[in-house]
């Protein structure tokens, strides 16, 4: 618990967010057979870049409650566009939503 | 104190098991119930995967440690959001950490929810965990490659496929079979094979492992399995065919179980427990349908009547995109919690419902579940609905469906929308059931003893005693001294601290409910998406 409340404050740094979900793709995806060759950055496709399927949008969900110490995050709003399910989702996208998220506060 | 080995059997039960060992085909299970003591082992109040395990392991009910279902579901004014069950939810601290605190070392091998994985001290890896994202769920990180090195290893066989689970448990295509039984058989030696190398080359007292294909194939094959029920349809070449296949598959569980009880040594005591029984069900009873007829719940008007036999939703929308919101009250997420949920208000966006209006709105679906019948028998189809108070006591019940419903024969409802509430089923399909097995064998146990059935809550006192620790206080089973050749006097360990974990769990934030302007519609689309849900039994 401790340890995800310093997480959820660390993330308050300018650009620690977008770092944060970086790091977890970057651990999440190593030995995928994905066939990207470049860094995981902003601009990188969850599906296009790095093959996410549904069943890896629940465990990364996991892995970002986990890391950001906050769970209950209304991540449809990520993954919704005008009622539709995204096609795409980039990683500028994830950092966007958690920052308005985790400066909303509530740590669970 | 003696090292233990606890093999966990997901849904065993002695209606099989017994005909099995009569045959010859599980001689190792026959010589545990020779050399040591059997039960009849009662589950949690609904007999699930998730939540019976989870009592297994941290000696509380589910009102305690908070697991329901493999979903957990969160109630908002204007519908219902879910997401999947994590240990981060387990309130409680599991054996492995109580003992981690005393100096003893396990191995926890494919129990679900154990999913982000705890520091243990020990090796840990989850249940329910797709290939892709197993190296993250072992504990520690460096397991993977160790086990990765291996030669005769293939960690992508460990998983389940969660698609094909979900199928499985409503309605296997026939040309499905022979794969499905055959796919179990590999998963159990590749989790046998990491206990193995586990138990060969690091220190251990509490080593554990679940072997699931017992549920996978009983939910499927139950009729190939079951002897009268096979005598009367299994003529067909493909109908043998299964069967061996089946029996084989129980033939080499119980090779698997020799060999990890005599890795284990002499001086070992061995537990053998599953988490529910199993038994069969020729009928699908239509929760949701018969809210709808009853104007607890409303249908969007394009919402598809399901295939013959299917409790899920699969391949079709989710069952909460089914739902016209403005006019639902009460509905089913889920088969496998059984559980009706009822609205915060009446309707989306309607006050909150006072204590009395949400007792009185049970109250009469109770009243109304009871009623129903098998018009073909005359038999109730409903045999028991619990509050969620009466099921799951605790600080943690308000997480829990507001009623549980026990079937007739202990099966799943459907969530699925029909043009009947009742439905007798094509072929008899293997539900659970609240009885498992208990066995224990190994020194200062009683030899060739049958007691009376136990609890699952039961099982966490006696592994403490067969480990040399006393019982925390706050386990809710007892230590079950008739299984023990001198019953041992009951040591209780001081009362723990109120952790953290204790603590009822926070509402969701209000300002954490779904975007402004997302219709429910589209919402639900997601959650369909995100249920992945293989984790929906």
Same mark, same amino acid.
């Not at chain 1, 629940?58 to 399910?85: N, Q, S, T």
């Given at each position: 618990?401790?340890?995800?409340?310093?997480?959820?404050?660390?993330?308050?740094?300018?650009?620690?967010?977008?770092?944060?979900?970086?790091?977890?793709?970057?651990?999440?995806?190593?030995?995928?057979?994905?066939?990207?060759?470049?860094?995981?950055?902003?601009?990188?496709?969850?599906?296009?870049?790095?093959?996410?399927?549904?069943?890896?949008?629940?465990?990364?969900?996991?892995?970002?409650?986990?890391?950001?110490?906050?769970?209950?995050?209304?991540?449809?709003?990520?993954?919704?566009?005008?009622?539709?399910?995204?096609?795409?989702?980039?990683?500028?996208?994830?950092?966007?939503?958690?920052?308005?998220?985790?400066?909303?506060?509530?740590?669970? | 104190m003696s090292r233990t080995l606890l093999?966990?059997?997901?849904?065993?039960?002695?209606?099989?098991?017994?005909?099995?060992?009569?045959?010859?085909?599980?001689?190792?299970?026959?010589?545990?119930?020779?050399?040591g003591v059997?039960?009849?082992?009662?589950?949690?109040?609904?007999?699930?995967?998730?939540?019976?395990?989870?009592?297994?392991?941290?000696?509380?009910?589910?009102?305690?440690?908070?697991?329901?279902?493999?979903?957990?579901?969160?109630?908002?004014?204007?519908?219902?959001?879910?997401?999947?069950?994590?240990?981060?939810?387990? @309130?409680?601290?599991?054996?492995?950490?109580?003992?981690?605190?005393?100096?003893? @070392?396990?191995?926890?091998?494919?129990?679900?929810?154990?999913?982000?994985?705890?520091?243990?001290?020990?090796?840990?890896?989850?249940?329910?965990?797709?290939?892709?994202?197993?190296?993250?769920?072992?504990?520690?990180?460096?397991?993977?490659?160790?086990?990765?090195?291996?030669?005769?290893?293939?960690?992508?066989?460990?998983?389940?496929?969660?698609?094909?689970?979900?199928?499985?448990?409503?309605?296997?295509?026939?040309?499905?079979?022979?794969?499905?039984?055959?796919?179990?058989?590999?998963?159990?030696?590749?989790?046998?094979?990491?206990?193995?190398?586990?138990?060969?080359?690091?220190?251990?007292d509490l080593a554990?492992?679940?072997?699931?294909?017992?549920?996978?194939?009983?939910?499927?094959?139950?009729?190939?399995?079951?002897?009268?029920?096979?005598?009367?349809?299994?003529?067909?070449?493909?109908?043998?065919?299964?069967?061996?296949?089946?029996?084989?598959?129980?033939?080499?569980?119980?090779?698997?179980?020799?060999?990890?009880i005599? +890795?284990a040594g002499p001086e070992t005591r061995v537990f053998l427990?599953?988490?529910?029984?199993?038994?069969?069900?020729?009928?699908?009873?239509?929760?949701?349908?018969?809210?709808?007829?009853?104007?607890?719940?409303?249908?969007?008007?394009?919402?598809?009547?399901?295939?013959?036999?299917?409790?899920?939703?699969?391949?079709?929308?989710?069952?909460?995109?089914?739902?016209?919101?403005?006019?639902?009250?009460?509905?089913?997420?889920?088969?496998?919690?059984?559980?009706?949920?009822?609205?915060?208000?009446?309707?989306?966006?309607?006050?909150?419902?006072?204590?009395?209006?949400?007792?009185?709105?049970?109250?009469?679906?109770?009243?109304?579940?009871?009623?129903?019948?098998?018009?073909?028998?005359?038999?109730?189809?409903?045999?028991?609905?619990?509050?969620?108070?009466?099921?799951?006591?605790?600080?943690?019940?308000?997480?829990?469906?507001?009623?549980?419903?026990?079937?007739?024969?202990?099966?799943?409802?459907?969530?699925?929308?029909?043009?009947?509430?009742?439905?007798?089923?094509?072929?008899?399909?293997?539900?659970?059931?609240?009885?498992?097995?208990?066995l224990a064998s190994g020194p200062g146990i009683?030899?060739?003893?049958?007691?009376?059935?136990?609890?699952?809550?039961?099982?966490?006192?006696a592994l403490?005693q067969s480990l040399g620790?006393?019982?925390?206080?706050?386990?809710?089973?007892?230590?079950?001294?008739?299984i023990f050749?001198?019953?041992?006097?009951?040591? +209780?360990?001081?009362?723990?601290?109120?952790?953290?974990?204790?603590?009822?769990?926070?509402?969701?934030?209000?300002?954490?409910?779904?975007?402004?302007?997302?219709?429910?519609?589209?919402?639900?689309?997601?959650?369909? @998406?995100?249920?992945?849900?293989?984790?929906?039994?």
């Amino acid at each position: 618990m401790m340890e995800s409340q310093q997480a959820g404050a660390a993330a308050k740094a300018p650009g620690a967010v977008l770092d944060g979900v970086v790091e977890i793709l970057e651990e999440m995806t190593k030995e995928w057979d994905t066939g990207f060759s470049g860094s995981i950055g902003p601009e990188t496709s969850l599906m296009n870049n790095l093959t996410f399927e549904s069943i890896d949008i629940v465990m990364l969900i996991v892995a970002i409650e986990e890391r950001f110490g906050k769970k209950g995050m209304p991540f449809e709003e990520l993954l919704m566009v005008d009622g539709h399910y995204v096609d795409d989702l980039k990683v500028s996208q994830i950092g966007a939503f958690l920052e308005k998220q985790l400066a909303a506060g509530t740590t669970a | 104190m003696s090292r233990t080995l606890l093999i966990g059997l997901d849904g065993a039960t002695f209606t099989v098991l017994d005909a099995l060992m009569a045959r010859g085909l599980m001689p190792t299970l026959k010589s545990l119930c020779d050399r040591g003591v059997r039960a009849g082992l009662m589950s949690t109040a609904n007999p699930l995967t998730p939540l019976a395990w989870t009592s297994l392991l941290t000696g509380r009910s589910p009102g305690h440690h908070g697991i329901f279902d493999f979903v957990r579901v969160e109630q908002h004014a204007d519908h219902p959001h879910f997401r999947l069950a994590t240990s981060s939810d387990i @309130r409680c601290p599991t054996i492995y950490a109580r003992i981690g605190e005393q100096g003893l @070392r396990s191995i926890s091998l494919n129990f679900p929810v154990m999913f982000p994985p705890r520091p243990i001290d020990g090796f840990l890896i989850p249940g329910f965990v797709p290939h892709r994202h197993l190296q993250r769920a072992m504990h520690p990180r460096e397991l993977y490659d160790r086990l990765s090195a291996l030669p005769d290893l293939t960690l992508k066989e460990l998983p389940v496929d969660f698609e094909d689970e979900r199928r499985s448990v409503q309605v296997l295509a026939p040309e499905r079979h022979e794969e499905w039984v055959r796919f179990h058989i590999r998963r159990e030696r590749q989790w046998f094979k990491v206990l193995e190398h586990l138990m060969q080359t690091e220190p251990w007292d509490l080593a554990s492992v679940v072997f699931d294909g017992v549920d996978k194939l009983q939910h499927a094959c139950w009729r190939f399995i079951d002897d009268g029920l096979f005598a009367t349809f299994g003529d067909s070449d493909w109908a043998q065919r299964v069967r061996d296949l089946c029996l084989d598959y129980f033939r080499q569980l119980d090779d698997l179980m020799a060999r990890a009880i005599d +890795l284990a040594g002499p001086e070992t005591r061995v537990f053998l427990a599953s988490d529910h029984g199993f038994g069969p069900s020729d009928e699908i009873f239509y929760v949701n349908s018969w809210l709808a007829e009853q104007g607890f719940l409303k249908w969007k008007d394009d919402a598809p009547v399901a295939p013959e036999g299917y409790i899920n939703t699969e391949g079709m929308k989710a069952a909460a995109f089914l739902f016209d919101w403005s006019r639902t009250s009460a509905y089913t997420l889920t088969p496998g919690s059984n559980g009706i949920y009822i609205r915060p208000g009446k309707v989306a966006g309607a006050p909150d419902l006072s204590d009395a209006e949400r007792a009185s709105l049970r109250r009469r679906i109770i009243d109304g579940l009871l009623s129903v019948v098998n018009p073909k028998t005359g038999e109730r189809v409903v045999r028991k609905v619990m509050t969620r108070e009466e099921a799951f006591p605790g600080p943690h019940s308000g997480l829990a469906a507001d009623l549980t419903l026990v079937l007739r024969d202990f099966g799943f409802v459907s969530v699925t929308r029909s043009d009947a509430i009742l439905k007798t089923r094509k072929d008899v399909a293997g539900v659970h059931n609240p009885r498992g097995i208990f066995l224990a064998s190994g020194p200062g146990i009683r030899r060739g003893a049958t007691v009376g059935d136990l609890s699952i809550l039961d099982v966490t006192p006696a592994l403490m005693q067969s480990l040399g620790l006393a019982v925390p206080q706050e386990f809710e089973g007892r230590l079950p001294v008739e299984i023990f050749e001198d019953a041992p006097a009951v040591r +209780l360990a001081p009362a723990a601290v109120p952790s953290e974990m204790d603590r009822p769990a926070e509402p969701v934030a209000a300002g954490m409910a779904a975007a402004d302007g997302m219709d429910a519609e589209g919402e639900a689309t997601v959650m369909e @998406r995100l249920r992945a849900l293989g984790y929906i039994e």
